[in-house]
């Protein structure tokens, strides 16, 4: 396995892109603290934004990722333009068809990567030439599929591809890190852990909803409450609270008042109601910390002795 230059950090973990919590003010940080931070960039991003949070995001030459969605690019085309003018160090495009983009990408000499959650998934990433895949598991925050969990999948992954593989879903720490490097990862793929950062961009009353948070619950719930197009196949994983068990499982009966009720639910943060998009190790956040706290903590998987 060749390890692109972009991916030789001194920690192998890359912060994931996170649309919403993760602007460039983490990436920034994960990519200072020998990390890779990444940008995650949602639908309704324009490339003004994109080029304002990747100037934080690179600040003083430091390297930096994007994360774009597959499916949002035919909606949204001056995101992939304002990314290939940049030229950051990897740029992700996932959840959809993402053939073009990679191809242009690549093209143009940029490191590429996309996040797979299934073997028909990495069929079609390796058809697309992608330079990086990163291995989701369903345990993993925010949007993907939920059809498999990160070491099953990991492991036959690995199995049929020669590429730089990365581990991503429910990785909270050294021991993660360890053991997906162990299996022979490049390294881990990482969103919920940084959750939490001083330098993620949640409100103090997310995040204090974070540290409360016990389990997550899988599902298109939120999608249909705030009518955002994701594919259906790419459920979101978010905190489960009373709004989401409420409509799981009946999502296409929630109506035009429910619908309200979250969207006002939003605004004054009643995280009873609003979403949070976090994965199964939303349960290991206790308080705020630094992203570079989180990155050295992830460094002992590099300490073999230390275990
Ligand atoms: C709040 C949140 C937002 C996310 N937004 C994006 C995104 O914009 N683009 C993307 O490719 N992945 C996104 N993801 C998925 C992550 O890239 C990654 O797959 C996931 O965080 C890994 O699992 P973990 O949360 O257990 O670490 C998001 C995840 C979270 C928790």
């Given at each position: 396995m060749q390890l692109p230059l972009a991916l030789r950090?001194?920690?192998?973990?890359v912060g994931a892109p996170m649309?919403?919590?993760?602007g460039g003010r983490l990436a920034h940080a994960v990519s200072r603290a020998g990390g890779l931070g990444m940008v995650g960039v949602n639908q309704s991003r324009d490339a003004a934004w994109i080029e304002a949070e990747a100037r934080i995001a690179g600040a003083d030459g430091t390297p930096y990722g994007v994360g774009l969605m597959a499916w949002a690019q035919p909606q949204a085309p001056d995101q992939l333009e304002a990314v290939l003018d940049l030229r950051p160090a990897l740029v992700s495009v996932s959840f959809g068809a993402y053939d073009e983009p990679v191809r242009r990408l690549r093209e143009a000499g940029i490191t590429t990567a996309t996040q797979v959650g299934s073997l028909a998934d990495l069929e079609t990433a390796l058809d697309s030439g992608v330079d990086v895949i990163v291995v989701r598991?369903?345990?993993?925050?925010?949007?993907?599929?939920?059809?498999?969990?990160?070491l099953p999948l990991l492991q036959m992954v690995l199995d049929r591809t020669a590429l730089p593989v990365y581990a991503a879903g429910g990785i909270l720490n050294h021991r993660g890190l360890a053991a997906v490097l162990a299996a022979g990862a490049a390294g881990a793929w990482v969103g919920t852990a940084f959750l939490?950062?001083?330098?993620?961009?949640?409100?103090p009353a997310a995040k204090t909803a974070l540290f409360r948070a016990g389990e997550t619950g899988y599902g298109r719930v939120f999608d249909v409450a705030q009518d955002?197009?994701?594919?259906?196949?790419f459920g979101g994983r978010a905190v489960a609270n009373d709004y989401f068990d409420e409509w799981v499982g009946h999502e296409?009966?929630?109506?035009a008042p429910a619908r309200d009720r979250h969207r006002a639910a939003v605004a004054r943060e009643d995280f009873s109601v609003a979403h949070l998009y976090a994965g199964?190790?939303?349960?290991?956040l206790t308080h705020e910390v630094s992203a570079a706290d989180v990155v050295a903590e992830f460094a002992r998987a590099l300490l073999t002795r230390d275990r």
């Open positions: 950090t001194p920690v192998p973990l649309a919403g919590p993760g598991g369903g345990e993993g925050g925010g949007h993907g599929r939920n059809a498999m969990a990160t939490g950062c001083v330098e993620a961009a949640g409100s955002v197009a994701w594919p259906p196949e296409d009966a929630l109506d199964e190790g939303v349960a290991a």
